[in-house]
């Protein structure tokens, strides 16, 4: 749907760093990754968003060889993800969503651990290495397991780029770490970018969206929506209203019952409106403000949240559809 807004550098390979087509994984009877496609120029942060369960982790997971799909095919850094595994793996650094280090090892023996793993041939001097890359170095003899959630991260984001990859796979890596934290882990997801390093990282946090070159939408296993987000904001065709008012609650109610309002969302004394139907959004807010004259009404550009949720509800809404039209079909 989008061009990529690829991150053009002199070292940096052509092409792209994840093209995967087509996939497909079923767990048992549920289809899960249903023809998921994804291309990622080396070089750039791509961010993968989507629902609960609609199969992030899954397809992450056949990206580094860890499932194979059962169908579709394609190549990260230019190996072949079915048949070519064990060469993915020893160049890419994979970063699961649960911490998968040891409890009652320290920062440092977890280090050394994972370097002995990857067989390194100085383990100490790449543990000393990454703690000081990464800030960890004074609490280098604390227990993992005592770590506050934000510097257990940064130590799984230490221990998988130890072997120092080309891609990087990381899985929800900032899930339930505080804005700061946050925002110094993705500071950290730059640098390695601006070394060359291709990112993969799913999340939850619109902010971090916003922080990458491209992002994909996954929905039901399949990539809904991908591009720059400037460019799925500028190519969505939701109109979005922000309402001033005293008495939002009444207004809200309002609002919620006139044909064009497809999302209504309160922000204190203020609401966000949107729908896909401008000119019936229009008249529903020109209809609200003939009951509630002090009411204020400012046109707006729809965030990335607003696109997505809109998405996810229209989709829902069709899924429902079509299935209520295959009950009335069977039932006839
Ligand atoms: N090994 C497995 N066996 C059976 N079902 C699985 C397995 N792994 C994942 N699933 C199911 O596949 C679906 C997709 O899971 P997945 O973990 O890929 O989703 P996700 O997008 O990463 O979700 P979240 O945002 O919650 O991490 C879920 O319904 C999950 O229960
Ligand atoms: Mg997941």
Redesign the pocket.
């Known amino acids: 749907m989008m061009q990529d807004a690829g991150v053009t550098s002199a070292h940096m390979p052509e092409g792209y760093a994840i093209a995967v087509h087509d996939l497909h994984k079923s767990?048992?009877q549920?289809h899960?990754v249903r023809g998921c496609s994804i291309n990622v120029p080396y070089g750039n942060i791509y961010g993968f968003l989507?629902?609960?369960?609609?199969?992030?982790?899954?397809?992450i997971r056949m990206l580094c060889g860890l499932l194979t799909p059962d169908a579709g095919t394609g190549t990260c850094l230019g190996y072949n993800i079915r048949t070519q595994s064990a060469l993915i793996k020893r160049q890419a650094g994979y970063m699961p969503?649960k911490f998968g280090l040891y409890d009652d090892l320290t920062i440092r023996e977890n280090l050394e651990f994972v370097a002995r793993l990857y067989e390194m041939p100085d383990a100490k001097q790449v543990a000393t290495d990454a703690l000081h890359r990464l800030g960890l170095h004074h609490r280098q003899n604390q227990l993992a397991g005592q770590l506050s959630g934000g510097w257990k991260q940064r130590l799984a984001l230490a221990a998988c780029v130890l072997h120092k990859p080309r891609l990087l796979l990381l899985d929800?890596p900032t899930a339930g770490v505080d804005p700061k934290a946050r925002r110094e882990f993705w500071d950290e997801i730059h640098a390695f970018a601006a070394e060359g390093i291709t990112v993969l990282v799913?999340t939850?946090y619109m902010d971090e969206a916003e922080r990458c070159h491209q992002i994909g939408y996954?929905l039901d296993g399949k990539l809904l929506v991908h591009g720059a987000v400037s460019d799925i904001i500028a190519q969505s065709r939701l109109s979005t209203w922000r309402i001033t008012a005293q008495n939002t609650a009444e207004v809200m109610h309002d609002l919620q019952k006139r044909a064009g309002v497809e999302m209504a969302t309160s922000f204190g004394t203020q609401l966000h409106i949107a729908g896909a139907d401008a000119e019936a959004l229009q008249r529903a807010i020109e209809s609200m403000q003939a009951v509630f004259p002090a009411a204020q009404a400012e046109k707006i550009t729809p965030s990335l949240e607003d696109i997505f949720i809109h998405t996810m509800a229209a989709v829902g809404d069709r899924d429902s559809q079509i299935e209520e039209k295959a009950g009335e079909d069977a039932s006839a």
């Open positions: 767990f048992g549920r899960v989507g629902p609960n369960g609609t199969g992030k982790t899954t397809t969503q929800e799913s939850h996954l």
